[in-house]
């Protein structure tokens, strides 16, 4: 599967300026970079849990054995200097 993420990834760093006809810009490393943290870990009743940690702000989507999405948490903090 992280292959899978790495091709996805690389995928939208080839995106060129305007990919979407509306004058879309091309995607940031620093957003690529922030992407590629996401942490998968397995749930105890069959799922996966996908995380998010960075800079100050934490994310996490379970995702049920059935594929449905069970919780979505989310805590953002204020990190100095960020905008």
Same mark, same amino acid.
Request: charged letters at 30%; aromatic letters at 4%.
């Given at each position: ?38 942490? $998968? ?32 948490? $989310? ?9």
């Amino acid at each position: 599967m992280g292959d899978r993420l790495d091709r996805r990834l690389a995928e939208l760093a080839d995106l060129p300026e305007d990919w979407n006809g509306y004058g879309a810009k091309r995607i940031t490393l620093e957003a690529l970079d922030t992407a590629a943290q996401l942490i $998968f870990t397995p749930t105890s009743p069959g799922g996966v849990q996908i995380e998010l940690h960075v800079k100050g702000a934490s994310v996490e989507v379970e995702i049920g054995p059935d594929g449905r999405i069970l919780c979505v948490d $989310f805590d953002v903090r204020e990190v100095a200097g960020d905008e």
